[in-house]
């Protein structure tokens, strides 16, 4: 029998909820991403609330719309920056090459998101 690791990718939270996240998967086969919802009931005490399902945007890239905002992981090297435009204008998060998986929570809802390589240009 086969067996695949999960491991804890990191997490992101709003007010008392945290959004973990896990990813599946090796080196032989495609990564999967999952987020789970949990209430911080305490300091690193978790009680589980639900589990989502993540949109894919690309290879190692997991987008999940999450309380009124964006959360996103970020798993990819070639990704060096999300570039969200919103309701105040365009943010841009830089991901240093050395911090993945990388996540991070956008507050707020982008009308768009793009996910550029180091040179600036969108990924494909």
């Keep these: 029998m086969e067996t695949t690791e999960i491991v804890y990718a990191g997490l992101c939270t709003k007010e008392d909820k945290a959004l973990i996240w896990f990813?599946?998967?090796n080196e032989d086969q495609d990564h999967y991403y999952l987020p789970i919802e949990f209430t911080i009931?305490?300091?690193d005490?978790?009680?589980y609330v639900h589990t989502y399902k993540s949109l894919?945007?690309?290879?190692?890239?997991?987008?999940l719309l999450w309380q009124r905002g964006y959360a996103?992981?970020?798993?990819?090297?070639?990704?060096?920056t999300v570039e969200i435009t919103?309701?105040?204008?365009?943010?841009?998060?830089?991901?240093k090459e050395d911090s993945l998986p990388y996540i991070f929570y956008y507050d707020g809802t982008p009308s768009e998101y793009?996910?550029?390589?180091?040179?600036?240009?969108?990924?494909r």
């Design 45 to 47: 005490a978790y009680t």
């Design 114 to 123: 793009r996910f550029l390589d180091a040179e600036g240009q969108e990924l």
């Design 56 to 63: 894919e945007r690309g290879r190692d890239i997991a987008v």
């Design 23 to 25: 990813i599946s998967g």
């Design 72 to 80: 996103f992981l970020i798993n990819n090297p070639d990704c060096r």
């Design 41 to 43: 009931v305490g300091k």
């Design 86 to 95: 919103g309701e105040t204008g365009v943010t841009l998060e830089k991901i």
